[in-house]
């Protein structure tokens, strides 16, 4: 699959659970909270002008003109329903904008601060994409954002690749179609050697707890993502075994008290342009 697909598959998911997407955001509306209030401490200046990179229903766009009503607000999205999501949520207060995160539709240097939840780990290039974020960022701007890291959804990875080597010995390619997220060390390095300033990566661990892995996989299909399990076999009784083999492991090892848990890993990143960046 070339980037291309890959990208519109993630687009399309998006687009189709728009409606459905808050009512299972659970740990993405905490991350929201989280970046809102790092926002509000590394941001010197009231912006004029800010760009939210994966705006999704607006919930971020929507904390950010509380906290700067005057600010110049614009959201960005990859799938159109999110964006006509954001548009009635917040009306005439932020212009929304279908696109792509990596190849971003702005001129050079006309945001102020540029932030993003919960977007950045569906990127095909972290270097691509903060690269675009630095161009458009104005001298001295602020890049504030919050993804989920290499950790996240472990307990379901180990599950998934347990019952793959269970039914195949190792040798099924749907192996190689787990979902990568990045670690904060790589992410440190790439903002490093594109001449971010200030630039601080930290990292925190958030959990959801589900009644079985049905329910978190429905969970994560209800907000438009792929899950780490992807189907590429088309279904059929061998996916549903395969499935069913996850299930399994996945209760035997980690339920607790009826629950089963899942780990988020978001990486927090704060960035500043030079000021002698033009």
């Known amino acids: ?39 509000a401490t590394h941001c010197s200046v009231t912006p004029q002008r800010t760009l939210d990179i994966g705006c999704g229903t607006g919930a971020m766009l929507n904390t950010l003109h509380g906290l700067y009503p005057h600010t110049q607000l614009c959201g960005l999205d990859l799938a159109f329903n999110m964006t006509l999501r954001s548009a009635t949520r ?8 279908n696109g792509d995160a990596e190849y971003l539709p702005f001129g050079d240097g006309v945001f102020d601060l540029v932030v993003s939840a919960s977007t950045f780990q569906w990127v095909q290039s ?14 001295g701007g602020l890049l504030c954002a919050a993804f989920f890291g290499g950790k996240t959804l472990w307990e379901l990875q180990e599950s ?28 440190s390095q790439v903002l490093d050697s594109l001449g971010f300033s200030q630039v601080v990566v930290a990292t925190e661990t958030e959990m959801d707890y589900y009644l079985d892995v049905p329910a978190l996989l429905r969970s994560i299909k209800g907000i438009g993502a792929t899950t780490p399990a992807r189907n590429d076999s088309g279904g059929g009784l061998g996916w549903r075994g395969l499935l069913n083999d996850m299930a399994g492991i996945y209760r035997s090892r980690f339920q607790r008290n009826g629950m089963i848990p899942a780990t988020y890993e978001v990486v927090y990143i704060i960035a500043h342009k030079n000021v002698a960046d033009g």
Request: aromatic residues 6%.
């Open 1 to 39: 699959m070339n980037r291309g697909d890959d990208r519109k598959r993630i687009g399309k998911g998006f687009h189709r659970q728009a409606a459905e997407y808050d009512q299972h955001a659970i740990v993405q509306k905490r991350v929201v909270e989280n970046l809102t209030r790092l926002v």
């Open 90 to 97: 917040l009306g005439p207060a932020a212009m929304l904008v």
């Open 126 to 139: 972290l270097g691509r994409c903060f690269r675009e974020c630095h161009r458009v960022l104005t001298p």
């Open 160 to 187: 998934y690749r347990e019952a793959l080597v269970g039914r195949s010995r190792g040798n099924d390619r749907r192996s190689g179609r787990l979902q990568r997220f990045k670690g904060s060390v790589e992410v």
